[in-house]
């Protein structure tokens, strides 16, 4: 059974076009969040949703723009994209009570974004 | 602004030598040090330190946290091609609810 699961695992577009990426969590968590890793393998945090409410967003482009219809899903949607959004997206799923994080952040296994 | 460094940034070894990686950090609001393994996915879960001086342990891995000096070191001893990948190491940040990441270690274990 898939524990965090995202849609498309690829996903190849022309700059300037706006795309969407899925992720659901089948945990029971209420904290969800996405990551964007550059080519140097780094893990930069984007956004983070508890219960459906946006508590992390870290200078991101208003471009990106997270929505979570329940708090099993939350999707990213990407406008106008650029060059400097080819990457690969993580989302991630977690525990938290009264804003503490109970346990260790599980994610999916990454949409790999290519921007041409 | 919250930072984790980890060092070495690329290590190659041959199988059935012990490896150290290394962790430090600078953050505001300290909780807790997790380190993760990602091969070609998504990074997977191997250790969460919250106490100083406890060492974690699993099979051949180890790890360790100063929460004076402000770093984690994870060993892994007699290294298998199967150890190869990218070790992150993250910081959770007390009250944000977020990871800070280091920029990961890369280990390639050579048969």
């Known amino acids: 059974d898939t524990a965090v699961s995202q849609t498309p695992k690829y996903l190849v577009t022309q700059m300037g076009n706006d795309k969407s990426i899925k992720c659901e969590q089948n945990?029971?968590?209420?904290?969800m969040y996405w990551y964007k890793q550059d080519s140097k393998k780094f893990l930069k945090i984007m956004f983070s949703?508890?219960?459906?409410?946006?508590?992390i967003n870290e200078t991101v482009p208003n471009r990106f723009s997270p929505k979570s219809p329940d708090k099993a899903h939350l999707n990213l949607h990407i406008n106008s994209l650029e060059l400097g959004d080819s990457a690969v997206y993580f989302c991630?799923?977690?525990?938290?009570?009264?804003?503490?994080?109970?346990?260790?952040?599980?994610f999916g296994p990454g949409t790999r974004l290519t921007v041409l | 602004e919250d930072k984790v460094v980890q060092s070495p940034l690329s290590l190659v070894v041959h199988e059935g030598d012990t490896v150290t990686l290394n962790c430090s950090y600078e953050?505001?609001?300290?909780?807790?040090l997790l380190w993760y393994k990602q091969e070609k996915k998504a990074p997977t879960f191997l250790f969460m330190l919250?106490?100083?001086?406890i060492e974690k342990k699993s099979g051949r891995l180890s790890s360790i946290l100063d929460k004076k000096e402000l770093f984690s070191i994870l060993n892994i001893t007699a290294t298998q091609t199967g150890d190869s990948a990218i070790y992150l190491c993250?910081?959770?940040?007390?009250?944000?609810?977020?990871?800070?990441f280091g920029q990961g270690t890369r280990l390639t274990i050579n048969p």
């Open positions: 991630a799923s977690s525990q938290a009570l009264a804003g503490v994080i109970l346990d260790t952040q599980y």
């Open positions: 945990l029971g968590h209420d904290t």
């Open positions: 949703y508890n219960n459906k409410e946006l508590i």
């Open positions: 953050v505001t609001n300290f909780r807790s």
């Open positions: 919250t106490s100083s001086g």
């Open positions: 993250a910081v959770l940040i007390q009250g944000a609810q977020k990871l800070v």
